[in-house]
């Protein structure tokens, strides 16, 4: 009963690399989503894709970019990482029934320090 | 836009104490309303929901009550537990396909024995 799988789990990058964060989900759900949590701040999305073939930003999506692979896989690519964007990153996936978006589905996150 | 306000923690409880952690929001339309939870290095769980006014949440022994009226949605447990050491987030989804969360900035709890 695997949800939501994001790997790596740990990652230490210099200012300067580029990584991709990988997420999946089998749970068939349409929406996918990225936050970041950030001591005292809660968790602000990035970058969400409400369907298949669609992506939108949220609320601090610069630095980042992202791809809607297929249904089951939403990436996060970091271009040229940087020091502020250390944190721990959150994939989420949902569903919406016609009326309410149904609880979102965490993975277990991935924890990216920047030197 | 939308917001969520909840109680700036961290809130320090002895085994059994009664708790609640406030919970506001600001939202157009019909929002869905949720709790979760995170237990130190883990991801985040969902406790409990409710999609519309007068909703009661329920699971685990924690409830919470979608108030309309005053725009609330407050955390209450009769009864903590040492095991229930955790962070609460109050969030809030709009009624459009595909809205994403909208989160309080958590609060701590911490319940010792």
């Known amino acids: 009963n695997a949800g939501v799988t994001q790997t790596p789990k740990f990652q230490v990058l210099k200012t300067g690399q580029s990584m991709t964060l990988q997420c999946a989900q089998d749970?068939?759900?349409?929406?996918m989503y990225w936050y970041r949590q950030d001591p005292g701040m809660g968790l602000r999305l990035i970058y969400y894709?409400?369907?298949?073939?669609?992506?939108d930003k949220g609320e601090v999506p610069n630095g980042y970019n992202v791809s809607r692979l297929n249904k089951r896989e939403f990436s996060l690519r970091l271009e040229s990482a940087a020091p502020s964007q250390t944190s721990v990153y959150f994939c989420?996936?949902?569903?919406?029934?016609?009326?309410?978006?149904?609880?979102?589905?965490f993975g277990d996150g991935t924890r990216l320090s920047i030197l | 836009g939308d917001s969520v306000t909840q109680m700036e923690g961290p809130v320090t409880l002895s085994e059994e104490a009664f708790l609640t952690i406030n919970c506001t929001y600001t939202?157009?339309?019909?929002?869905?309303l949720f709790w979760y939870v995170q237990y130190p290095g883990e991801g985040l769980q969902l406790l409990l929901k409710?999609?519309?006014?007068?909703d009661k949440g329920s699971n685990k022994g924690f409830e919470a009550t979608y108030r309309k009226e005053t725009t609330s949605f407050h955390l209450e447990k009769g009864s903590v537990q040492v095991s229930d050491s955790a962070v609460y987030f109050c969030?809030?989804?709009?009624?459009?396909?595909?809205?994403?969360?909208?989160f309080g900035k958590g609060t701590t709890l911490s319940v010792s024995s």
């Open positions: 409710a999609t519309k006014a007068d």
């Open positions: 939202a157009t339309g019909y929002p869905s």
């Open positions: 749970m068939n759900h349409n929406s």
């Open positions: 894709s409400a369907s298949e073939g669609t992506t």
């Open positions: 989420a996936s949902s569903e919406y029934t016609g009326i309410s978006n149904q609880p979102q589905h």
């Open positions: 969030a809030l989804s709009g009624d459009q396909a595909g809205t994403a969360l909208i």
